[in-house]
């Protein structure tokens, strides 16, 4: 397993977040992201409208999700 934390993922805080998988971490991360959401976090409320602003052009996008996939393929296995 991999770790990468709700900030490297482009969210707000330190939670750690634990996968095999990018695929998987970047589900796990949305999820929380969601729940802080609904939860009305003023720091992750403005990360997602970072990312939103981001997703408005899918270039931008698929680079920094590549740039994070690299990165968390990089990472070292620590099960
Ligand atoms: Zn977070």
């Not at 805080?13 to 695929?23: L, V």
């Not at 949305?30 to 802080?36: G, L, S, V, Y």
């Not at 609904?38 to 270039?59: I, T």
Request: aromatic share 8%; hydrophobic share 35%; proline share 1%.
């Amino acid at each position: 397993m991999k770790t990468m934390t709700c900030k490297q993922l482009g969210g707000a805080c330190d939670k750690e977040f634990h996968a095999n998988t990018f695929e998987e971490i970047a589900e796990i991360s949305k999820k929380h992201a969601m729940e802080m959401y609904q939860a009305g976090d003023q720091a992750h409320l403005k990360a997602m409208g970072v990312m939103q602003e981001l997703m408005k052009s899918p270039e931008l996008m698929s680079n920094w999700f590549e740039n994070k996939r690299k990165e968390f393929e990089g990472l070292t296995d620590n099960d």
